[in-house]
């Protein structure tokens, strides 16, 4: 039977490549992102490499925390039942730069914007039998730091790099606190490290950074591998708040392992976004 999955980011890199991968499986795909055009062209590309899979091209601002709404609406009348959400979208910034919300940009779109979409199709995931969500995350967590009075100050004297291993910190501290919720319910959450894609935002980071990181570049199809194998894998049904490198649980950094942080973060990022979508 076709599964529903929602793939964040996936119209280009390791998106791109697990949304192939899993509609030619026959899975009914939807490819999400704020350029519509590009995410209608990499459908219509997957939909000629493979014949006639279902792939649907949408458009989502993750950074638009009201976008991420009336997204999620559709979503909710169209796939009462999603078995799998992959957060996937993510972006390196060269210096840091605000959201229209206020928040910087790399933490707003890949930890608060998925949240906020995450928050919002909970009853789909509830509905669905053993839904599964995938976070992509990055071993550069291990130089993150979760540092809430950066959130919404952008303009202070620390570095983009900074910027992008927090938000990626916080994928990875979401996942595990998002697991720990969800509980036997059926739901399973893990996040993966794709290594360092060569067409991807790897390519974006200081050179310094990526020789310390691990220089040595995969192409897009090696990357996506572990993504698809959680997505799809009997044997990754039995996984739950993992960090996944190469099909394989893996330990963290310290932070990425810290279940009260993972809390204190998910309860600042509710906060912060109850104020945020007042209206």
Same mark, same amino acid.
């Given at each position: 039977?076709?599964? $529903?999955?929602?793939?964040?980011?996936?119209?280009?890199?390791?998106?791109?490549?697990?949304?192939?991968?899993?509609?030619? =499986?026959?899975?009914?795909?939807?490819?999400?992102?704020?350029?519509?055009?590009?995410?209608?062209?990499?459908?219509?590309?997957?939909?000629?490499? $493979?014949? =006639?899979?279902?792939?649907?091209?949408?458009?989502?601002?993750?950074? =638009?925390? &009201?976008?991420?709404?009336?997204?999620?609406?559709?979503?909710?009348?169209?796939? /009462?039942?999603? =078995?799998?959400?992959?957060?996937?979208?993510?972006? *390196?910034?060269?210096?840091?730069?605000?959201?229209?919300?206020?928040?910087?940009?790399?933490?707003?779109?890949? $930890?608060?914007?998925?949240?906020?979409?995450?928050?919002?199709?909970?009853?789909?995931?509830?509905?669905?039998?053993?839904?599964?969500?995938?976070?992509?995350?990055?071993?550069?967590?291990?130089?993150?730091?979760?540092?809430?009075?950066?959130? &919404?100050?952008?303009?202070?004297?620390?570095?983009?790099?900074?910027? *992008?291993?927090?938000?990626?910190?916080?994928?990875?501290?979401?996942?595990?606190?998002?697991?720990?919720?969800?509980?036997?319910?059926?739901?399973?959450?893990?996040?993966?490290? /794709?290594?360092?894609?060569?067409?991807?935002?790897?390519?974006?980071?200081?050179? /310094?950074?990526?020789?310390?990181?691990?220089?040595?570049?995969?192409?897009?199809?090696?990357?996506?591998?572990?993504?698809?194998?959680?997505?799809?894998?009997?044997?990754?049904?039995?996984?739950?708040?993992? *960090?996944?490198?190469?099909?394989? /649980?893996?330990?963290?950094?310290?932070?990425?392992?810290?279940?009260?942080?993972?809390?204190?973060?998910?309860?600042?990022?509710?906060?912060?976004?109850?104020?945020?979508?007042?209206?």
């Amino acid at each position: 039977m076709a599964r $529903h999955i929602l793939i964040t980011g996936g119209n280009s890199g390791i998106g791109r490549e697990m949304a192939a991968t899993l509609a030619a =499986d026959g899975d009914q795909v939807i490819i999400a992102s704020r350029d519509l055009a590009r995410s209608q062209a990499a459908a219509e590309t997957i939909r000629q490499a $493979h014949g =006639d899979v279902a792939i649907q091209a949408m458009a989502l601002d993750l950074g =638009d925390l &009201d976008d991420v709404d009336r997204f999620a609406a559709r979503i909710r009348e169209q796939i /009462p039942a999603l =078995d799998v959400l992959i957060l996937n979208a993510g972006l *390196y910034t060269h210096g840091t730069r605000a959201l229209d919300n206020g928040l910087e940009t790399m933490i707003g779109v890949m $930890h608060f914007g998925h949240f906020r979409l995450t928050q919002q199709l909970q009853s789909c995931l509830a509905s669905a039998e053993n839904a599964r969500v995938v976070v992509t995350s990055s071993v550069a967590h291990k130089i993150g730091r979760i540092r809430p009075a950066t959130f &919404d100050q952008p303009n202070r004297h620390w570095m983009a790099l900074q910027a *992008y291993a927090q938000a990626k910190l916080a994928n990875l501290l979401f996942t595990r606190e998002l697991a720990r919720r969800v509980g036997d319910s059926g739901i399973t959450a893990n996040c993966f490290h /794709p290594g360092a894609v060569a067409t991807g935002i790897w390519a974006e980071l200081p050179r /310094p950074v990526r020789k310390l990181l691990g220089n040595t570049f995969i192409d897009s199809k090696r990357g996506a591998d572990t993504g698809i194998w959680l997505a799809r894998a009997p044997e990754a049904a039995a996984f739950q708040g993992e *960090y996944v490198v190469d099909r394989q /649980p893996v330990a963290s950094s310290r932070a990425g392992a810290d279940m009260a942080l993972a809390a204190r973060l998910w309860q600042e990022t509710e906060r912060r976004l109850a104020v945020l979508t007042a209206h």
